[in-house]
């Protein structure tokens, strides 16, 4: 019986300092690139901000939304 409430309490002092050692931020919120989190951008012409996967880039390298993507300044 001492044999197991010490293994609880080696098991739970574990469990302890591995909650305090692990990092308590998640990683980097925007960084996108998996699964249903998607970064968004902004519509340089118009301000719209929308999904990147729905955004496009002109030769400037600025954000334009579908509407303004084929338009120049
Ligand atoms: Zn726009």
Do not use: F
């Not at 305090?20 to 998607?38: N, Q, T, V, W």
Request: hydrophobic share 35%; with cysteine.
């Amino acid at each position: 019986m001492r044999l197991i409430l010490l293994a609880i309490l080696v098991v739970l002092a574990g469990l302890i300092i591995w909650s305090l050692l692990k990092p308590s931020s998640p990683p980097a919120p925007r960084g996108g690139g998996k699964g249903d989190y998607e970064p968004m951008v902004r519509c340089q012409r118009c301000g719209v901000n929308l999904p990147q996967s729905q955004a496009s880039r002109d030769t400037d390298g600025n954000w334009r939304c579908p509407a303004h993507r084929h338009e120049n300044d």
